[in-house]
Every structure is written in C-alpha cells, then in structure tokens.
C-alpha cells in the first residue's frame, strides 16, 4: 500500500525558510507526479507546487514562483523523496501543506487537483510577523 508522510513543518519568522519533506513509500512513484498543496484555517486547499514523475517539468501557483522549489528524488524503486524548499516565507503562507500524487499525470494537472490518488496527512508552517 502507497503512504505519503510530510515532516518538516514548524514555526519561522517572516523571511526565513524551511524544507519540508514528503516520503513516499509502499511501492514504486516513479509513474507518478507529485506536488504539494496547502490548506489555510477557514480557506479551501489551494496548489502551491508539483513536478513530473521524469522532473524535467516544475509547476508553481504564482504566490510561491521565485521562492519554493519542488524537487524530487526516485534513487529508490520503493521510496520516493519530494521535498519543497521554502525561502522569504510571509505570514500568507501559514498554512498546513499536504504532499500528493497522481498516477499518470502532469505537473500541469495536479495544478487543477486532477486524477489525484493519493495525500499525507499535512505539516503545520506558521509563519509570524
């Protein structure tokens, strides 16, 4: 069985960074795009990045282009690593981030939250003023 497990989350100040980390594993992802989401209080879960199974292709929401980068790692046929690096992070981005993957797809299409299989269960990013 597939699992996503996020870590990384946690508190920073406005400016400062972090990394957050998706680990993919039960079977192979290597078909798979994967991409992040995140889900502010009182606010629908929105895109925020996502890349290829190849990751030739990265797709960024406009909010977060200049400042996250997705990457992702399938050295392991079972265990994938995607990991989103967070810089000049801003109190609009508090939020809990979601990993995911969709089987078949583009980066382009987990932008719309198409053919989506499966998601983690979300780290906490705070960012304070």
């Known amino acids: 069985q597939r699992q996503l497990v996020e870590s990384g989350g946690g508190l920073v100040q406005a400016g400062g960074s972090l990394r957050l980390s998706c680990a993919a594993s039960?079977?192979?992802?290597?078909?798979?795009?994967m991409g992040w989401f995140r889900q502010a209080p009182g606010k629908e879960r929105e895109f925020v990045a996502a890349?290829?199974?190849?990751?030739?292709?990265?797709?960024?929401?406009d909010s977060v282009k200049g400042r996250f980068t997705i990457s992702r790692d399938n050295a392991k046929n079972t265990v994938a690593t995607v990991a989103l690096q967070m810089n000049s992070l801003k109190p609009e981005d508090t939020a809990v981030y979601y990993c995911?993957?969709?089987?078949?797809?583009?980066?382009?299409?987990?932008?719309?939250?198409?053919?989506?299989?499966?998601w983690g269960q979300g780290t906490q990013v705070t960012v304070s003023s």
């Open positions: 890349i290829s199974p190849s990751s030739v292709t990265t797709y960024y929401t």
């Open positions: 995911a993957a969709a089987f078949g797809r583009t980066a382009q299409d987990m932008g719309v939250m198409r053919g989506i299989n499966y």
């Open positions: 039960g079977r192979t992802f290597s078909g798979y795009a």
